[in-house]
């Protein structure tokens, strides 16, 4: 079990920026693979950006590209998400996820079996 805890999430205007903090507790956090998705009401979980264990590589969604950073901090057992130039479309609720290390970075959430409960971000016109 790798229990997750988000945080961050807020209002912000458009073209504002946030930082999200995704705290994993139990486990040990450097054996994972960790992963932004995001929910709009009525749609799809859908893929923000991943990092492997050690943060050497990264994936972003092309819908996030060049404006979201996502990073890691094993000795805090604390991945981020940088977002910046935000638009009300990226308004939705943010999930981190976690899965045991493999050299794969995926972009479906059915390969994650652990996740956080989510934070709130909404971003205003």
């Known amino acids: 079990q790798v229990p997750l805890v988000e945080s961050g999430g807020g209002l912000v205007q458009a073209g504002g920026s946030l930082r999200l903090s995704c705290l994993a507790s139990g486990g040990t956090f450097s054996n994972y693979n960790m992963a932004w998705f995001r929910q709009a009401p009525g749609k799809e979980r859908e893929f923000v950006a991943a990092?492997?264990?050690?943060?050497?590589?990264?994936d972003y969604s092309d819908s996030t590209k060049g404006r979201f950073t996502i990073s890691r901090d094993n000795a805090k057992n604390t991945a981020y998400l940088q977002m910046n130039s935000l638009k009300p479309e990226d308004t939705a609720v943010y999930y981190c996820?976690?899965?045991?290390?493999?050299?794969?970075?995926?972009?479906?959430?059915?390969?994650?079996?652990?996740w956080g409960q989510g934070t709130q971000v909404t971003v205003s016109s």
């Open positions: 996820a976690a899965r045991y290390y493999d050299a794969t970075l995926y972009d479906k959430a059915e390969k994650y079996p652990y």
């Open positions: 990092i492997t264990s050690s943060g050497g590589y990264i």
